[in-house]
């Protein structure tokens, strides 16, 4: 798919997931005028029900993902060459297509048809590959994997503080072995700085991710041509 777009040289290129399914020809064609009247991009979304695993992937993408556009299962779509330029000057690799259409800064719309004839199944990709791939994606397009790290991380300092006032009530009201009152306080501030230094590295990382995958500064509503 990579590949074909690289190839094509015409002002809007199609992107076919499925090279027959089920819609009618002028389907291609109305998807086509919706984009000339602007929108950059556009898909064609079947009406029939997604998979179990599809629509807990897109409902945790969509609902986590600061993209104003929220993706779905799409047949095909449409790109303008303005649109694919755009594409290429984020990144110079493009690790989930339509997160990447949908956080690029240009107009996305979808059209949902009505699905006649059944479409045929789609070429067998491996569980595994589809999994890495939904993995990367949720990782570098939403704030899941940041939420979730610097959670735990926070959990982790609370508890290395709490480790901390329990080893100081022990020392003043109990009479614990000789050395265990330095050691637990050494151990609690050495995990405790390790967890902060853990959260500025989660952050940073975070940061990069953003400048790398997620540039939509702007969002393009219209343009006139004079």
């Not at 590949?3 to 389907?27: C, K, P, Q």
């Amino acid at each position: 798919m990579i590949a074909g777009v690289d190839f094509a040289s015409g002002d809007f290129v199609f992107e076919f997931d499925r090279m027959i399914a089920g819609y009618d020809n002028e389907l291609i064609m109305n998807v086509y005028h919706r984009c000339i009247s602007g929108c950059d991009i556009v898909g064609a979304s079947s009406d029939t029900k997604q998979s179990t695993t599809s629509r807990i992937f897109y409902s945790l993408f969509n609902k986590n993902s600061k993209s104003q556009y929220k993706i779905q299962t799409e047949s095909f779509r449409i790109l303008s060459r303005r649109a694919i330029n755009r594409i290429n000057q984020m990144s110079l690799t493009i690790p989930y297509r339509k997160a990447v259409y949908a956080n690029c800064g240009l107009r996305y719309d979808n059209i949902i048809y009505e699905e006649k004839v059944p479409a045929l199944p789609a070429p067998p990709v491996k569980s595994t590959y589809r999994k890495s791939l939904a993995f990367d994606s949720i990782i570098i397009f939403t704030n899941v994997a940041y939420k979730v790290s610097l959670a735990f991380t926070m959990l982790m300092m609370c508890l290395t503080i709490f480790f901390a006032v329990y080893t100081l009530v022990i020392f003043l009201y109990s009479k614990p072995v000789e050395g265990w009152t330095t050691t637990m306080i050494l151990l609690t501030v050495g995990f405790f700085g390790i967890f902060g230094v853990l959260s500025i590295v989660i952050k940073y990382l975070s940061v990069i991710v953003n400048l790398i995958f997620k540039k939509t500064k702007y969002v393009i509503g219209s343009i006139e041509k004079l």
